[in-house]
């Protein structure tokens, strides 16, 4: 996919930010080469896999699993990726949960020394090797305004820390649209979700800021 600067991106976003999000993914798909889309299948997560595997079928989706996911999520999980066929490339953390509660003696706080480290093992190097794997040169994800401070601030377009272009087509949407998205299209969603890595809903986890 093309590079594009920084003023291109803002006019991108500026033009982008009444376009459908299928219209969004048709346009990058046909102007990208390796597109993969990630989720943790969190609160839905159901649409972008729904709305990016509808134009590409055969699109990678990468799932890091953490290990600490709960019942609920792996079943709907299995649900999602058995409804729409995804095409999962699946990659989980190098110790079992196991291992690493013996060391750091459960869910480190955010507050401890240990968290970094447990972060860093859980999270973002089974996610760093994943994409050092994949390869994309586009990353679709379902980041939406207001979900945190840094999410805010960037838009339907935006570059990663490695320079991957990274695109979320919902990103305007709120959670009532998704709602409506999730019904017209007979999607199940989850919220019994949990992330030991951020805790606080409004905290990121380090793959995006």
Same mark, same amino acid.
């Given at each position: 996919? $093309?590079k594009?600067?920084? #003023?291109?991106?803002?006019?991108?976003?500026?033009? +982008?930010? !009444?376009?459908?999000?299928?219209? &969004?993914?048709?346009?990058?798909?046909?102007n990208?080469?390796?597109?993969?889309?990630?989720?943790?299948?969190?609160?839905?997560?159901?649409?972008?896999?729904?709305?990016?595997? #509808?134009? /590409?079928? =055969?699109?990678? &989706?990468i799932?890091?699993?953490t290990?600490?996911?709960?019942?609920?999520?792996?079943?709907?999980?299995?649900?999602?990726?058995?409804?729409?066929? +995804?095409?999962? $490339?699946?990659?989980?953390?190098?110790?079992?949960?196991?291992?690493?509660?013996?060391?750091? !003696?459960?869910?480190?706080?955010?507050d401890?020394?240990?968290?970094?480290?447990?972060?860093?093992?859980?999270? +973002?190097?089974?996610?760093?090797?994943?994409?050092?794997?994949?390869?994309? #040169?586009?990353?679709?994800?379902?980041?939406?305004?207001?979900?945190?401070?840094?999410?805010?601030?960037?838009?339907?377009?935006?570059?990663?820390?490695?320079?991957?272009?990274?695109?979320?087509?919902?990103?305007?949407?709120? #959670?009532?649209?998704?709602?409506?998205? /999730?019904?017209?299209?007979?999607?199940?969603?989850?919220?019994?979700?949990?992330?030991? =890595?951020?805790?606080? =809903?409004?905290?990121?986890? !380090? /793959?995006?800021?």
């Open positions: 996919m $093309k594009f600067t920084q #003023d291109e991106l803002e006019n991108f976003n500026r033009h +982008l930010q !009444g376009i459908p999000p299928a219209e &969004v993914i048709q346009w990058v798909i046909d990208c080469n390796r597109p993969v889309v990630t989720t943790n299948f969190r609160p839905y997560e159901a649409a972008i896999l729904h709305a990016c595997a #509808d134009i /590409l079928p =055969t699109i990678k &989706v799932w890091c699993d290990g600490y996911n709960t019942p609920q999520t792996y079943r709907h999980a299995k649900e999602v990726i058995d409804k729409l066929h +995804l095409n999962v $490339k699946l990659y989980m953390p190098l110790q079992t949960a196991a291992h690493r509660d013996a060391l750091f !003696g459960g869910i480190p706080q955010v401890h020394p240990d968290h970094i480290e447990f972060t860093q093992q859980v999270k +973002l190097e089974p996610f760093q090797r994943a994409m050092g794997e994949q390869d994309p #040169d586009v990353w679709f994800t379902n980041l939406r305004k207001g979900q945190t401070a840094f999410r805010d601030s960037i838009g339907i377009l935006s570059y990663s820390k490695d320079g991957i272009l990274k695109v979320s087509p919902f990103y305007h949407w709120s #959670d009532e649209k998704l709602d409506n998205y /999730l019904a017209a299209h007979s999607l199940p969603n989850e919220f019994k979700y949990f992330d030991p =890595t951020k805790v606080l =809903t409004n905290r990121e986890c !380090g /793959l995006h800021a």
